[in-house]
């Protein structure tokens, strides 16, 4: 059987976006995270998942970083 290659599943990245959104700090790309609150969940999803698929943490922080470029540039 093959291992499983990310430990992140996509109810803990879930889980991770409620606490951001009910802890009421302010985002570091508010352009961003705006877009990001305006698209519905299989958008959201299409952004995700990348992130969820990175090996490394290298890897998740340049995917990352492009989602990031991606909205803000929307």
Do not use: N, Q, W
């Amino acid at each position: 059987m093959r291992e499983r290659r990310f430990s992140t599943s996509p109810t803990t990245c879930c889980h991770a976006v409620a606490r951001v959104k009910s802890s009421g700090r302010s985002a570091a790309h508010p352009e961003a995270a705006a877009r990001f609150e305006a698209l519905d969940k299989t958008a959201r999803y299409r952004i995700i998942l990348p992130l969820l698929k990175a090996r490394t943490p290298a890897g998740r922080a340049s995917r990352l970083a492009k989602a990031i470029s991606d909205l803000s540039t929307r």
